[in-house]
């Protein structure tokens, strides 16, 4: 947010997704800055999703290139660019609903587990000093997004907006340097809503995480965001701080239909 | 040095424990977070000299804000120790409350548990120039306040350390200056009229009272406590800090306000105090829970209850119990009581507590019966908390208890209870009308009916203003009545009416989870407490509990008449935010009236609905309006 120079963290060049003869993306490029809230916004079906899918390996591009920190993404599985730094929540939430708030948060840090299988197994030594320090890491996690009073309940039986702050939890577990956010405030109320916008803020100024997250919501988009960039039928549109999309014509003709609000 | 004040008695804890024995911990990180007494003065000890180093005077007031932290404990510890008087916060208190006492207190220093509370003095910091400096104990979210009025509680130690070298006596001096006639505490009270009022209490008022309830009720120093209940309220302050510092036990801050169950859990308290309402949310989560268990459960927990209601009451009468019941009473300890206790962290309870407003009679005895040793006292702020116990061998359903050893007790002729004691207060602060008013010839006027039983025994009925009669002269004590309402796990909350009235009606709040609870298993579907609360289910669920109640009235002949004829369910709950309850939980009854005449008024006529319009207050301020059609039901009496 505070970055004068502007250090590029992550670099999408000339990116095409496409479904058979459904373009999902059709030559997208965008640069996320180190340390910024960029919004993703768009009409349903513009691609915002399959940008993420394609950032984090779910998907591979057809054409172009996705450089993060000078590395190309474009051939890694999910879990190798995960391991780079990349973490991201899901539009539906995907927890394991059967295990504790505790463990799903510890799978988050899967990636940081470094002893083998046969120390692990003896589990005493070295094992068990590394799960020391990852439960410390989970536990300052839970401290933070304040669900103490669930850290045993099973994610299955929790409410929809504490499911999501779980999930929120579980990609910071990882310790990314970038966190992809697909509509982390859908169908909540507003003081939910309210609690995830302080969380997300606290995530970027305080663990210095840089975010790109998809929302819906203009007023949050227009409140947190330094930039926001426009998809629409799978292309960039408009790019620039909110101020600037807010007046944008091609913005408010495609997406909001109608003079800006606010 | 004498340990006649409560700072001196830490400097002596220190001594005699040192690094051995546990004073306080928290919960932090999932982990008990342990302070040794010796970490305790060394904590206090630099949070004093940085506080003297900022200029910190004898006389000069400290506010603390938040939930139970040994920070908090340690600040205003810190203030005592430079001669310096703590005066603690609600939490949840809204800013016209706090500005209030704020003002009033003058206080100079505030510390704050995390960015809320900041927040919240923040906003008040512009209204009342008093507040000089606001500590924060919590750094999270703190990053982008500059204000040079704002420091850390370890940035407060690290002065303090620098402050040492230049002055490395200080601490002892300012402690050895100590007095036991001085100020060691202004607890604000939560008045159900008016302005809030400063109850000023000296080292010697809470340490003497401290010590006749040690006497009475033999605590040892091996014993546990938890620090939950809100710091500015009395017995906070009775047991998280004079007790806690005369007798050396430990005391237990929980994770959060809501693991508070599972954190006791964990530690297995010895003594502990809940007011009413957390026995019966107790007692609701339990009953929620058996309805849900397997059946041979539910079978097994209603027979067990059954034996152990039946001996809990022979007990109390001090009868023989026959041997029949003592067999199944020992089977069922096994498989029934011990568990249950084992569930609720309750396992190693020697003393329970119960105060601050009357217990439902089945609730209590259900906990005595499951074999806790809960005991209902009676004490007031301006008592130093509690002045009536009941003895081990003498606990009584209705009564509070007798007066401890060294207080006297009497009831004056309009039915007041008066009481003597060398734990009751100086006076209000900065109000000597009011200090007039409640002391009189050296006997404190508590504002509370009450009669003395052949026992000796204090039964307290109600507030003595609330006492009224009927248009026919039937005496109506409306606590009474909404006590024996609220004892059914479906009502939360009940608000009778009655005074000079031809008959008694009620406004009821019901308790969203045990009748949430009941609605899914009847498939009555509903959308919002409101909605929840109109359903024609819902009433008639109520107007069983409510004849269950006049039906209990009816036995007694001077009650027969305050039956309860017409009520109504109320389409939100009574909250202190709305000024309808006080923090402790106490209906403001002139408030609720002049708020709900509209209803008042349709209960006193011939209407079956009301329409209501309510604005409602948020935590942070912010207001709505609610609109609704609330039914009004008859109810059968019985003669």
Redesign the interface.
Known sequence: MNNNKKEVLLQVQDVHVDFGILKALNGVSLEIQKGEILAIIGPNGAGKTSLVNAINGFYHPSRGHIFFAGQDLTKLRPHQIAALGIARTFQNVALFKGMTVLDNLMVGRNLKMNSLFISQGIYWGLAQKEEIRH??AV??I???L?I??I?KVPAGMLPYGLQKRVELGRALAAEPQLLLLDEPMAGMNLEEKEDIV?FIL?AN??LGVTIALIEHDMGVVMDISDRVIVLDYGEKIAEGTPQEIRYNERVIKAYLGSPARR | MGADTLPQLLILNAQKYGRNKIAIREKDLGIWQSYSWQDYLENTRLFALGLAALGFRRGDKLSVIGDNRPQLYFAQMAALCLGGIPVPLYQDAIERELEYIIAHSEARFIVAEDQEQVDKMLALRGKIPTIELIIYDDPRGMRNYKQPFLKSFTAVQELGREFARSHPHYFEEEVTKGNPEDIALIAYTSGTTGNPKGVVLSHANLLTNVRLIKQAEKYEDNDQTMAYLPMAWIGDSIYSLAMLFDIGFTTNCPEAASTVLRDMREIGPTVIFCPPRIWENILTTIRVKMEDAAWIKQKMFDFFMDVAMQVAAYRLKNEPVPLKLRILYTLGEFLVYAPLRDNLGMRKIRFAYTAGAALGPETFQFFRAIGINLKQVYGLTETSAMCTYQPDTEVKLETVGKPLPGIELKISENGEVLIKSPGVFKGYYKNPEATAEALKDGWLHTGDAGIIDQDGHLIIIDRAKDVSTLANGTIFAPQYIENKLKFSPYIKEAVTIGQGKEFVTAMINIDMQSVGNWAERKNVGYTSYTDLSQKPEVYDLITQEVKKVNASLAKEEKLRPAQIKRFLILHKELDPDDAEITRTRKLRRGFIAQKYAELINALYSEKEAVEVETKITYEDGRTANIRAFLKIKDVEVFS
Request: avoid cysteine.
């Open positions: 439960r410390e536990e300052r839970i401290d933070w304040e103490e009073h850290r302080r606290d100024e305080e």
